[in-house]
């Protein structure tokens, strides 16, 4: 394993980075990076970014918004999150087990008096306190894993920035974001920065891997990682895109996450259909949009298309039934 320093707050560039690594550093067998954003929302590669953030506010505080590559909920940074990647060739060996890429995290916390379980579907708790959610990628069966950790974030712009969905809220049995989530700092029995604390928890990572020696991006590489950031993922395309026509919305929460659709229909036929949420999945979303067009807005035709496909590629955890019946009521 290789790790990356990067002291880069700019979160597009931040991001640019973690997908250039992952998608063109291929030589490179194992990769890990720490780096920390200042104030922006990072939306999941499937979500719907007007419906997702308080956009008024956002835009009235100066407030980031960025659109990451892997599937998952948005989350909002600011300089004293710390956020880690872990990207690998050996995707096969830990597929979705964000368990096992969180153990440094809960390893770290430990040698600091502080007792972290992982929970849920991809979380890490203290006391039953969010502090950390994690996403995977995945590319030519390389892997991309990575995890937002709240160090000392502003709580209050946290709820504010975030447009958190009611149902979301409910299906916790809570009243509020604040009530769900916690600071490290705040569990902390010794304070420190958030500078200290990186560098333990990449301290960690190198009892784990003893051999680890640091990857020194070249001037190619850094060239082409602004390129990537200016030209993909600091632009409203790519974090807004075109908003979809639509007759029909519907939207459906399940354990493993949820799904909004949002589906053109004439004289009963699916003439366009986007599908988005905070669910996981290996592959683009938008190959099982594209084999839904021309069919009967029919839940039995929808689902008869979907038991066609390998659905568990694009919606992990969730039934072909489960993601027709988010289309079709």
């Known amino acids: 394993m290789k790790y990356i320093v990067n002291k880069s707050h700019n979160p597009a560039y931040n991001i640019a980075l973690e997908a250039y690594a992952f998608r063109e550093l291929l030589a490179e067998d194992e990769l890990f990076v720490l780096w920390i954003n ?3 929302i990072i939306i999941g590669k499937h979500q719907n970014a007007i419906e997702e953030i308080n956009k008024a506010y956002t835009d009235e505080h100066g407030i980031h918004v960025v659109r990451r590559l892997s599937g998952g909920g948005a989350v909002y940074h600011d300089l004293n999150n710390l956020n880690y990647t872990i990207i690998s060739n050996k995707s096969q060996e830990g597929t979705f087990d964000f368990k096992t890429f969180s153990k440094p995290v809960i390893e770290t916390l430990a040698d600091l008096g502080v007792t972290a379980t992982f929970t849920g579907r991809n979380d890490l708790e203290i006391d039953g306190k969010k502090f950390c959610g994690n996403a995977q990628a995945y590319f030519k069966g390389r892997m991309m894993h990575h995890g937002c950790l709240l160090f000392d974030v502003d709580m209050t712009v946290l709820e504010n920035a975030l447009q958190v969905s009611k149902d979301k809220i409910e299906s916790k049995g809570v009243k509020s974001v604040r009530a769900r989530v916690t600071n490290i700092l705040d569990e902390l029995p010794e304070k420190m920065t958030v500078e200290a604390f990186s560098d333990q928890l990449l301290n960690k990572i190198k009892e784990q891997y003893p051999d680890m020696t640091e990857y020194v991006l070249s001037e190619a590489d850094l060239e082409n990682i602004q390129n990537l950031a200016d030209n993909q993922f600091a632009t409203w395309d790519w974090t807004y895109g075109q908003s979809p026509e639509y007759t029909i919305k519907r939207s459906v929460r399940y354990p493993a996450g949820k799904i909004t659709t949002y589906a053109n229909i ?64």
């Open 38 to 40: 200042e104030p922006a």
């Open 266 to 329: 004439e004289k009963s036929v699916i003439k366009g259909i986007k599908i988005y949420g905070d669910f996981f999945g290996i592959k683009d979303v938008a190959e099982v949009e594209q084999s839904l067009i021309g069919l009967r807005y029919d839940y039995l035709d929808v689902l008869k298309k979907l038991q066609t496909i390998d659905t568990t590629k694009y919606f992990t955890n969730i039934a072909p039934q489960e993601i027709a019946g988010a289309i079709v009521e």
